[in-house]
């Protein structure tokens, strides 16, 4: 049984992708794009279009992937987990760092 994205999703992510949908919408108009437009460039119905804009957390990352590209910010998703800005993954790399390393006798540690 499929679980509802919408039923598990934190009120915070909820918001962001609202956020995201009002940014799109408003990059769109300064653009002077119609949905229509935008919709056609990105290769989906003008329906799609719209749930976006809405902020709707079942379009795929794909899509939104596109709309950025078509609006010019095409580059941004390598940025968003860049492993060299990853904070808390480079702490946690840190400590998993042995304090020791030690060879097991074998043929290779000849």
Excluded: C, H, W
Excluded at 39 to 46: F, H, L, P, Q, Y
Excluded at 55 to 81: C, D, K, P, Q, R
Excluded at 88 to 99: E, F
């Amino acid at each position: 049984m499929r679980t509802d994205v919408l039923t598990i999703m934190p009120a915070a992510v909820r918001r962001s992708l609202l956020k995201f949908g009002a940014d799109l919408s408003l990059a769109r108009r300064k653009r002077r794009l119609t949905s229509k437009m935008m919709a056609e460039r990105i290769g989906v119905s003008k329906a799609t279009y719209q749930k976006m804009e809405k902020g709707n957390a079942g379009t795929s990352l794909g899509v939104y992937a596109m709309a950025m590209f078509v609006l010019g910010f095409g580059e941004l998703f390598a940025e968003i987990i860049d492993q060299s800005s990853d904070d808390q993954g480079l702490l946690l790399d840190a400590a998993r760092v042995p304090k020791r390393v030690r060879v097991k006798p074998g043929p290779e540690a000849l």
